[in-house]
């Protein structure tokens, strides 16, 4: 299915991205990475570009088709998070979230889009639970991911004259260090019976952009084992 497609992930370096890059490099697909650092995937290329900077995402979408030609699949991906008081947070600190996690997903989607031509045509977008379900102090992140969660349907129904379709992952707990690291409550508070593993994420976004999956677009799939259907009462 994507042997020889062009594939970009954003963020690709490390944790959700670095899973994500190296499930489609198994199923021998060109893979791109664009992150400020180089990872040590193999099987993956490295671009660095910030991708909340929309002349440096012109510039490397262009080169990238100049150097490949169609593109056929983008995974926004790259995010941080930093949870800090409301009366704590700067301008600065709300641009760096917004422009990183938000402006991203619509800088990288209409330089991508531009070069989609091909028999895939797929983008999909890292949301969060948060984006329906809050902690306190967690403002500049949720509002990405809130944006996120609407810039999908949009893009969705923007692009679909260009038959591209736009899909989001809201991926709840996913702990990219080591089992080790987490409580049995860790994993019992979850229906799953399990905290979230990067692959969970990465085999959703094989099948997102799988073109026999046609059907599905402007959809927003949550992965969180349960935990934003569950009622939690204190007892």
Same mark, same amino acid.
């Given at each position: 299915?994507f042997? &020889?497609?062009? #594939?970009? =992930?954003? $963020? *690709?370096?490390?944790?959700i ?10 199923e &021998?697909?060109?893979?791109i990475?664009?992150?400020l650092?180089?990872?040590?995937n =193999? ?7 910030d991708v909340?900077?929309?002349?440096? =995402?012109t510039d ?8 490949? $030609?169609e #593109?056929?699949?983008? %995974?926004n991906n790259?995010? %941080?998070? !930093?949870?800090?008081?409301?009366? !704590?947070i700067?301008e600065?600190?709300?641009? /760096?979230?917004?422009?990183? &996690?938000?402006?991203?997903?619509? %800088? ?7 070069? +989609?031509?091909?028999? #895939?045509?797929?983008?999909?977008? +890292?949301a969060?639970?948060r984006?329906?379900m ?11 991911? $809130? ?6 349907h949009?893009? *969705?129904a923007?692009l679909?004259?260009?038959? %591209?379709?736009? &899909?989001? #992952?809201?991926p709840?707990?996913?702990h990219?260090?080591?089992?080790k ?11 799953s019976?399990?905290? @979230? ?6 085999? *959703?976004c ?7 999956n046609?059907?599905?677009?402007? !959809?927003?799939?949550?992965i969180? @084992? $349960?935990?934003? /259907?569950k ?5």
């Amino acid at each position: 299915m994507f042997a &020889n497609k062009t #594939i970009i =992930v954003t $963020g *690709a370096a490390k944790g959700i991205g670095k899973s994500i890059a190296d499930h489609f490099a198994g199923e &021998n697909a060109r893979v791109i990475g664009l992150d400020l650092e180089e990872g040590s995937n =193999v099987g993956v290329e490295y671009r660095q570009c910030d991708v909340g900077d929309f002349q440096q =995402v012109t510039d490397v979408f262009a080169q990238i088709h100049k150097d490949y $030609g169609e #593109i056929h699949v983008l %995974i926004n991906n790259a995010g %941080i998070s !930093e949870f800090k008081s409301m009366w !704590e947070i700067e301008e600065s600190d709300w641009d /760096r979230v917004l422009n990183t &996690n938000l402006k991203s997903v619509f %800088i990288c989607s209409r330089e991508a889009s531009r070069y +989609m031509t091909g028999d #895939i045509r797929s983008i999909v977008n +890292m949301a969060s639970t948060r984006a329906f379900m809050s902690e306190p102090h967690t403002e500049t992140y949720s509002a990405s991911k $809130g944006g996120i969660y609407a810039l999908t349907h949009s893009l *969705a129904a923007s692009l679909s004259e260009k038959n %591209i379709r736009v &899909n989001a #992952i809201a991926p709840g707990w996913i702990h990219t260090g080591t089992t080790k690291e987490l409580r049995d409550v860790d994993h019992a508070q979850h229906w799953s019976g399990r905290v @979230g593993k990067p692959d969970d994420i990465a085999r *959703a976004c094989l099948f997102l952009s799988d073109s026999r999956n046609s059907f599905i677009t402007g !959809e927003c799939l949550t992965i969180d @084992g $349960g935990m934003t /259907r569950k009622m939690i009462y204190e007892h």
